[in-house]
Every structure is written in C-alpha cells, then in structure tokens.
C-alpha cells in the first residue's frame, strides 16, 4: 500500500478506515449522503494526496481528530 503510479505515500489514511468502519460509515454515504467526489474516494483508498478542505471535511462527517484520519509515515518505512 502507498505505491501508485510510482507515487510514494507519507500521508496514509489507513487511521480514516477503522474510523469509519468503527462509526459504520462506508464509502458509498461519502459520497451519497455527503457529496464527496468518487474521485476523492479513490485518491483516499490510493494513499494518494488530498487538500485540507477535505480532510476537513473527513472531521465534520466522522466528528473526530485528524489523527483518526490520516498519519504521517517517513518515506523509509513500510
């Protein structure tokens, strides 16, 4: 995980899966009942960068912190 199109993650977002899977949320209410982009979606589930107004966004919906969201990983580690 975090290698896509050559791409290496430092952001991941493994934090915001067992967030969302612990508050019953799924993709699908991301993007129906919230208005997220399938787009965005996607670069989530890639490791790939996002903009603040998202992860933002991500905080309103599960009403939680930005570490239960995202996590900063040295690009030495796997």
Known sequence: ????GGY???????????TMSQKKVTTYTLR???GMS????QRLQADQP???????????ILNCRLDEV???VPDDVD
């Open 8 to 18: 290496k993650a430092m952001i991941r977002y493994r934090p915001l899966w067992e």
């Open 50 to 60: 996002v903009s603040t107004h998202t992860l933002n966004k991500l905080c309103e």
């Open 32 to 34: 129906v009942k919230h």
């Open 70 to 72: 995202a996590e900063y």
């Open 1 to 4: 995980m975090g290698r896509k």
């Open 38 to 41: 399938h787009a965005t979606v």
